[in-house]
Every structure is written in C-alpha cells, then in structure tokens.
C-alpha cells in the first residue's frame, strides 16, 4: 500500500456538507433550466441556471479532488510527523497529569528508540514512574513497568479499571513478568497496544494525518497513565524501576 495524505484536512462532517450543498446547488440549477424549456421570456432564467449549474458541476469536481485526493507521502514525512508526535505533542500532554494530591509532574522524554517509540520519566516529589510509547504509523504501544512481586492476577486486578476503561476502547492489555536481562531486575511488564480488536471490527485509522484522532490518543494514554499513577499511590504499588520500559 502507498503511504500517502489528504491534500486537504477537513472534518467528516464538512467534507460531505460541502459535497451535499454543491450537489444540491447543481441538481437545483438543472432543474430550473429545464423546467423553463420552451416557456416564453424566461430564456435568460435558462441561461442564468445553466451557467450556475456549469460553475456547481466544476465546483463539486474541484472539490471531490481536493478534499478526497490523496498525495504521495514519502517516509521522510511520515517520520518527521511521528517525531513530533512522540518528541513535542505526547509530552507537553502528559505534563498535565496530576497525581493524587492534586500535583503536576514534570515530564522528561529520551530521544527515539526501539525503531519507533521513546521513554517518559514523569516525577514530583510524591511518585516517580517511566513509560514507553511507540507510534507505528497507525498502531500505537504503551508500556508501563513495575517493580512487584505481586502475582499477575492480582496486578490486574488492582488496575482493573484503569485497564478495563483502556480495552473498553480498543487497547488490548497483555501482562508479562520479566527478568531485565543486564541487571537482574525482575519487573512486570503492562503492554496496551491499540488498536486491537474490539467487536471483530479493526479499529486503525489514518492517525497521523488525522488531527483529532491524534488528539484523541494522546490525551487518551495521558489519561490512562494518570490513572495507572493515582491506583498505584492507593495501592502502594511500586511503578518506579530501575530499566527504562521498552519492547521486551
């Protein structure tokens, strides 16, 4: 498949709004030329709506190409728009996340690695946690460690519904306990990877050329990770490990 972007970004709603008005505009126009066929002194009616329904037709191809064309991106593109996704958009909103005291953490975020992603540290002086976000075009991972030796069963169920609320929109949550291979350290590893399957229907979309859809995600995993944050201070879960989250 050509990786390719609208020539021009508009919401659903507008596209097929304008399309539907410059549609209506032209049928209306043809309509009224030929109602007025043969009618006597009303040729300059006819000509006046047929020059109108010529300037709607060219206007509706215009706009069917532009709105709905499609160039080529190349990956140089593709790469700079995941760049600023991962680098400048996901952190300034998770700098809004707030722990359970009400207190903003500040947010550091580490170059690319793993091919597509980067690593979050977000701290105050009441919690300290790292993450890992990748962003493969259309699919997205996020990935929390934990220093636990609490089982699987019951990590999951602790964050039921911080994870519960992320399937509920079509993140698949898998949960794996781990040995970091260079220290030691043994960690338990939450993956949520969107989009999964949720009523046999694929949930990707065109993400990164999509506005909203990217707002939608990244406030979304700003959202589940404050919650991740505020469970684990309730439950005085350790969220804080000595390796950086990354792929496994």
């Known amino acids: 498949m050509i990786d390719s972007k609208k020539l021009i970004y508009l919401p659903r709603k507008i ?38 329904a010529h300037m709607a037709g060219t206007a509706l191809v215009i706009s069917l190409i532009l709105i709905f064309g499609e160039r080529e991106a190349n990956l140089d593109y593709l790469t700079i728009k995941t760049q600023n996704l991962l680098l400048k958009n996901m952190p ?4 809004h996340i707030a722990d359970s005291h009400g207190q903003k953490l500040n947010v550091k975020v580490s170059a690319i690695n793993n091919i597509f992603g980067a690593n979050y540290t977000l701290e105050n002086a ?63 590893s939450i993956w949520c990877i969107w989009p999964g399957k949720q009523e046999g229907t694929d949930l990707s979309t065109d993400l990164l050329n ?39």
């Open 126 to 188: 009441n919690t300290k946690t790292k993450m890992w976000v990748g962003f493969n075009v259309e699919r997205i991972i996020v990935a929390y460690f934990l220093k636990t030796t609490e089982s699987v069963e019951t990590i999951r169920n602790i964050f039921q519904y911080t994870f519960g609320g992320a399937e509920s929109v079509g993140y698949k949550v898998n949960f794996e306990p781990a040995t970091i291979k260079n220290t030691g350290e043994n960690i338990l």
């Open 210 to 248: 999509s506005p909203d859809k990217k707002l939608f995600i990244i406030q979304d995993i700003a959202m589940m990770t404050q919650s991740f944050i505020r469970t684990a201070e309730r439950h005085s879960v350790n969220i804080f490990t000595d390796a950086d989250p990354a792929p496994l």
């Open 15 to 52: 596209k097929w709004s304008i399309v539907g008005a410059l549609l209506l505009l032209f049928l209306a126009a043809v309509y009224i030329s030929l109602a007025f066929v043969g009618v006597p002194d009303h040729s300059d009616w006819i000509l006046l709506s047929l020059s109108l």
């Open 92 to 95: 300034k909103t998770l700098g």
